[in-house]
Nanobody, 123 residues
Framework: VQLQASGGGLVQAGGSLTLSCEAS????????MGWFRQAPGKEREFVGR????????YYVDSVKGRFTISRSNLKNSVYLQMNSLKPEDTAVYYC?????????????????WGQGTEVTVSS
């Protein structure tokens, strides 16, 4: 499966943005889907993940209560709704897929990655 992330852009602090990740060449229904981000000069970090049926999500503490991951297996897509954005959320955001079940917070646990979409939050 190939992933294509989109929806990034420039937004003011406190604003909202929704990222999309569309899959092609296969279905995401059997995959745990994750979002990661890489801020300038920093290593890529885990943001959150959603289980295969969408029943459970998990987020890094820094985005809990502000970000929401959802998915539509029918549309073969996963989404990252980002509210109350802060300048420190500025990063390139990546979606990723894995067939491994469980929490899955490490990059090495995901085997398919999208190309990334850039989010810039101005203060």
């Amino acid at each position: 499966v190939q992933l294509q992330a989109s929806g990034g852009g420039l937004v003011q602090a406190g604003g909202s943005l929704t990222l999309s990740c569309e899959a092609s060449g296969g279905t995401i229904s059997g995959h745990v889907m994750g979002w990661f981000r890489q801020a300038p000069g920093k290593e890529r970090e885990f943001v959150g993940r959603i289980t295969r049926n969408g029943a459970s999500t998990y987020y890094v503490d820094s985005v809990k209560g502000r970000f929401t991951i959802s998915r539509s297996n029918l549309k073969n897509s996963v989404y990252l709704q980002m509210n109350s954005l802060k300048p420190e959320d500025t990063a390139v955001y990546y979606c990723a897929a894995t067939t491994m079940v469980g929490l899955r917070v490490r990059e090495s646990e995901y085997y398919t990655w999208g190309q990334g979409t850039e989010v810039t939050v101005s203060s």
